[in-house]
């Protein structure tokens, strides 16, 4: 039934992905800055896909309407989030490194396990974080906006996105 349930997702989280993917692309090539002010909108589009059951540009309106107006609250809980798992990854590499010491094979060791402890203990965490986030953002919506304008905002990105892969992929 679980798996059931998951794959139930799977063409939708894939499509979403795709959107946010080409979105993400067009506008970090137009400057740095606008791929970084639209990452941050869209950046909860995957809880609205599966919390809410919205689908492609849906979830990516969804997070723009729960992000509008408190991007700057966002953006310093992301990087909170950043800096905690930074510092967890630190850690554990250090302890890891003390542990293994050795030549070029404790090394790549070393580097396995911090991965896959780093791995196994922050994804949860950040996973976690950030649905306390979304959940709280959620709560303290007050009106829905009118996203035709945003909208179209995505899809001019979107076609920077693939115009520019595709004279990536032509070079």
Do not use: H
Request: net charge positive.
């Amino acid at each position: 039934d679980q798996y059931r349930f998951g794959f139930g997702y799977f063409w939708s989280v894939i499509f979403a992905g795709i959107i946010a993917a080409l979105v993400g692309f067009g506008a970090t090539a137009l400057l740095i800055v606008p791929g970084i002010i639209i990452g941050i909108y869209i950046s909860l589009y995957s809880y609205a896909l599966v919390l809410d059951g919205k689908k492609g540009f849906s979830a990516l309106l969804e997070s723009y309407d729960l992000v509008r107006g408190r991007w700057i609250p966002v953006v310093g809980r992301s990087l909170f989030l950043g800096l905690v798992m930074l510092v967890v990854w630190v850690i554990i590499g250090t302890i890891l490194s003390i542990v293994g010491l050795g030549g070029k094979d404790a090394s790549r060791a070393v580097t396995g396990l911090v991965n896959i402890i780093g791995s196994a203990v922050l994804t949860p965490l950040a996973v976690g974080y950030s649905y306390r986030m979304y959940a709280s953002l959620k709560s303290l919506r007050q009106t829905t906006i009118e996203l035709k304008k945003f909208k179209n905002w995505l899809v001019g990105f979107m076609v920077v996105g693939i115009v520019a892969l595709v004279v990536l992929l032509i070079t």
